[in-house]
């Protein structure tokens, strides 16, 4: 039982574990039914050997009727004893293929609780990257605001509507935000590339 679970179409030869344990089921309660009948045609043979070992003491039957029923209860049981091997071989058989088709039960279960897990994953990073991209977006559009308001800041210099020392302020301030901006969309575009990479994969 090498094939696993969503073997290829072309694979003609793959069989569904749920369908080899199926398969199997009926056989295998069929089988142990035979195998306790013969284990109890023995114990009757064995008795009846046992039983003309007694009679041949008591001396109801000679040695000639001993040898002769003897060798025809052994030949019995010879044949019992064939027919259990083959049953026991062949109960052995089926116990090693529903135990391969089990361990591939468990690891499709695996790989279908794996691919869950990561479907899950994605959904989630895709979720939070959506988040993350509105909010990277505002920080752009801020930092275009500050920009904005710096060449404001710059003009009104120029033509002399504010003092150098309200510019060096209100430009110190700019700086700032902008450099708490530059913090944040670091993290965010860290962020972002981390979620892509799970999103991808």
């Known amino acids: 039982m090498s094939h696993h679970e969503g073997a290829p179409p072309e694979d003609v030869y793959y069989i569904d574990p749920k ?14 039914k035979s195998f306790d009948e013969i284990k109890k045609q023995l114990l009757e043979v064995q008795a009846e050997l046992s039983q ?55 690891q499709a279960e695996a790989e279908r609780l794996r691919r869950e897990r990561i479907e899950q994953e994605k959904a989630n ?30 003009f009104k210099r120029r033509i002399g509507k504010i003092s150098e020392e309200e510019y060096r302020e209100s430009r110190i301030q700019h700086i700032r935000q902008l ?4 913090t944040v969309e670091s993290d965010v575009k860290r962020r972002l590339a981390e979620l892509l990479e799970i999103i991808r994969h």
């Open 19 to 32: 369908e080899v344990l199926s398969q199997y089921s009926v056989e295998w309660v069929s089988l142990r």
């Open 179 to 182: 450099a708490e901006l530059s």
């Open 52 to 106: 003309l070992d007694r009679q041949l003491e008591n001396g109801t039957i000679t040695d000639q009727e001993h040898i002769k029923l003897y060798r025809e209860k052994w030949a019995e049981s010879t044949q019992i004893v064939q027919v259990k091997r083959e049953v026991e071989s062949r109960l052995y058989e089926i116990q090693r293929e529903i135990r391969a088709a089990n361990r591939q039960l468990k």
């Open 125 to 154: 990073a895709m979720i939070e990257w959506m988040s993350l991209k509105q909010g990277f977006d505002l920080v752009t559009a801020r930092r275009n605001e500050i920009n904005a308001e710096s060449d404001k800041l710059e």
